[in-house]
Structures are given as C-alpha cells and as structure tokens.
C-alpha cells in the first residue's frame, strides 16, 4: 500500500441477491485521479435503486467483486492533480451522476469525479446533506422541469412516505401546488399532513379517483406522480385532469395494473415514464436543478427527513428495512 493510498471500511458484494449478501470488507482506496477528489464520508443515503442494483435488477448489472451507492457526504481529504474549483478540508455532498461500475458510496473513504461533488449550504447536517439528491433532483424533474407545475394546481405523490414522496410534497409546496399524499397505511395519515401534504388519501380505505375528484371539485389532479403502478393504477389514472400529466418512476408493486381506456380517451393526459437521468444526464438543466434545490434548502423550505440512521456495520439491516417499507423519510448508513 503507498503512503498515498487509504484502507477504507467498505460495503461489498461478491453476488446478487438478498441484502445478506452485502460485506464489510477493507478495500484500498487509491490516491485520487487528476479529475478527482477523495472523501472522509460522514454520512451515506440510502436507496431503492441501491437495492435493485444489489439484486441485479437495475439499468446496469454489477460486475464482482461490486461496490454500491450514489449519495454521501463528508470533508474531502485529498484532491486531483487537474482540481482547483475544490479543496482539503471543504464539507460536501455527492451529486448522483456517475456509473457504478466506476465510482460508490458505500464507504469511510471514496474517490468521486469532482464534477459531482458539491459544497452544500451549510444549515444542513451531514445525515440531510446525504438525503438531498436522488429524491428532490427526481422530483424536480417530474413537478418543476417536466410537469411545468403551476400555482394552484393539484398533485397526486403515491407512496408518499418515502423520501421520493416526502421531497415531492415539499417541492409541490415551494412551487405552489396543492400536495395530495397517498398513502397504504392509516398511521402515516398525521405525519404525512405534518410534513405539508395539504391532503391524505389512505388508499387501503378510500377510492382514489372520487377522492380526488372530491378534493379538487371534480378537476382531478394536473400531475400524478406513481412509483407503484400495480392493481390501482387504474383507478389512479382515473383522477388525472383534463391534458393532465402522469409520471411512472417505479414499479414497487408486483401485481399486473389494468389501464381506464375511457378515461383515457376522455382526458387526454399524458402518461409517461420518467427516470432521473433526464435531470442528472443533462448538464444545463442538472445545473438549474442544483441552483434551485440548494435555494430551497438554505431558505428551509426544502428539507430532507430522515427516518432511522445505521452502522456501516448494520448495513444488512439497513437494506431489509429499506425494503420492509416501513419507513417514513430517508434511510442513512453513518460511518
């Protein structure tokens, strides 16, 4: 090992599969390249797409032994020949916009591109710097670049006790929208009011469609944001507004989702998938997105919330409860 390189506590898997498969092994961690910058991590975000990437289920496979993870934040400690906009000692968080066969975060030291890394306003702490971009750059994609929301129109955000969710409500709320939350579970009715959610639909009790079309005086809903899909897609499709717009961002449940032809037809929305990658792919509007996300942190009214924090050690257990779907906010790994 070279006086330049660290031996680093690091999460990783030799096969794909449960969250059991995931080690904690020490890795050397390399001085970084000309274009890089390495990072003591204080703090790592935990997400869907870690788990479907750990599972061999994501846009790309992992190649073993494989590493894992797209958000952290910590001090860099050593810097790139070719970096000068950074340096040792500055407080940053990871933008996710890099392969995971070439960089991770699941880590006590990471080599990173310096293209994304980011000096964060300084309100925030290390577990929230680590909770920013995978939720709010996907939701500015869907409620501000892509759905174009205006003030006074209404949002739909299924399964809004994620950290996805939560960060919709918020953005919803910044723009001017009207946040209506969806939710399985009547427990997360309260929180998720407190959170901003100007109304809660419990869908295991109430139909979604009439619901909305309560709520909204028979409008429905300008945007619909669905990372579920499933047995009500159907009846949540029926709540769009006349041209409305519909973003599929996931697909948590398994079951086959009928389509409301008729609806359809009537309303003329546009439905769509989305991924992130139209934000973060994307330099000009990835760099707008930053600008107006980090405005909304340092003024407070965007704010990531954090459900339960790990061990590096528990990141097994950190894993199983991601995808128990228990949680309200963002799961984070301290190191």
């Excluded at 449960?18 to 204080?42: D, G, S």
């Excluded at 979604?208 to 009500?232: E, Q, R, Y």
């Excluded at 086959?256 to 139209?278: C, H, N, Q, W």
């Amino acid at each position: 090992m070279s006086d330049l390189s660290k031996m680093s506590k690091t999460v990783v898997f030799h096969e794909a599969g449960t969250a059991e498969v995931l080690k904690v092994e020490q890795v050397e961690v390399a001085f970084p390249a000309a274009q890089e910058v390495r990072i003591q991590v204080k703090s790592i975000g935990i997400n869907r797409a870690d788990a479907m990437y750990r599972q061999g289920m994501y846009i790309e496979n992992p190649i073993f032994p494989a590493q894992l993870g797209y958000e952290a934040a910590g001090i860099i400690e050593a810097v790139g020949a070719e970096v000068s906009h950074l340096a040792v000692g500055d407080v940053v968080n990871v933008v996710p916009g890099f392969s995971l066969h070439n960089y991770a975060s699941y880590g006590e030291y990471i080599n990173m591109p310096a293209y994304a890394i980011h000096k964060y306003p300084s309100n925030l702490s290390f577990d929230e710097a680590a909770s920013v971009w995978t939720s709010y750059l996907t939701m500015y994609g869907m409620v501000v670049h892509s759905g174009q929301l205006k003030a006074g129109q209404f949002v739909v955000i299924n399964a809004a006790s994620s950290s996805a969710g939560l960060a919709a409500i918020q953005m919803t709320n910044y723009v001017g929208g009207i946040a209506i939350a969806l939710t399985t579970s009547s427990k997360k009715k309260e929180a998720l009011l407190k959170a901003g959610a100007a109304h809660v639909i419990v869908t295991s009790e109430e139909d979604i469609a009439a619901s909305v079309l309560k709520i909204t005086n028979n409008v429905g809903a300008h945007i619909i944001l669905d990372p579920v899909v499933g047995a009500k897609f159907s009846n949540l499709l029926s709540s769009v507004a006349e041209n409305g717009k519909v973003f599929v961002y996931g697909a948590l449940s398994h079951e086959p989702a009928s389509f409301p032809a008729f609806d359809v037809l009537m309303k003329t929305p546009t439905i769509r998938g989305y991924s992130a990658i139209e934000v973060m792919g994307n330099m000009e509007v990835l760099i707008q997105a930053v600008t107006f996300i980090d405005k909304g942190l340092a003024e407070e009214k965007l704010k990531p919330v954090i459900d339960k924090v790990f061990s590096i050690d528990d990141i097994v257990a950190s894993h199983n409860y991601l995808e128990s779907n228990q949680q309200f906010g963002k799961i984070v790994v301290n190191i």
